[in-house]
C-alpha cells in the first residue's frame, strides 16, 4: 500500500510524531497527577486543607 505511494516516508513519519507526541502527554499527565496527589497529601498531612473541604459558601 505505502511502496508505491511517493509521500509514503512523509506520512509514516507524521504518524510515527503524532503518535510519540500522544504517549508523551499521556506520561506527562500521569507523572503531573501523581506528584499533584503527593503534594496535596503532603499539605493535609501538615493541617493544610482545602477550601472545598471546609464546607464554605464560594461567595464568602
Do not use: C
Not at 9 to 21: C, D, E, K, N, Q
Not at 33 to 38: F, G, I, M, T, V
Amino acid at each position: 500500500m505505502f511502496g508505491s505511494d511517493p509521500h509514503a516516508g512523509f506520512i509514516l513519519a507524521s504518524y510515527a510524531v503524532t503518535a510519540v507526541t500522544v504517549v508523551a502527554l499521556a506520561a506527562w499527565i500521569v507523572v503531573d497527577y501523581r506528584n499533584q496527589k503527593a503534594r496535596l497529601s503532603e499539605l493535609e498531612a501538615r493541617g493544610i486543607s482545602r477550601r472545598s473541604a471546609r464546607g464554605g459558601s464560594a461567595s464568602s
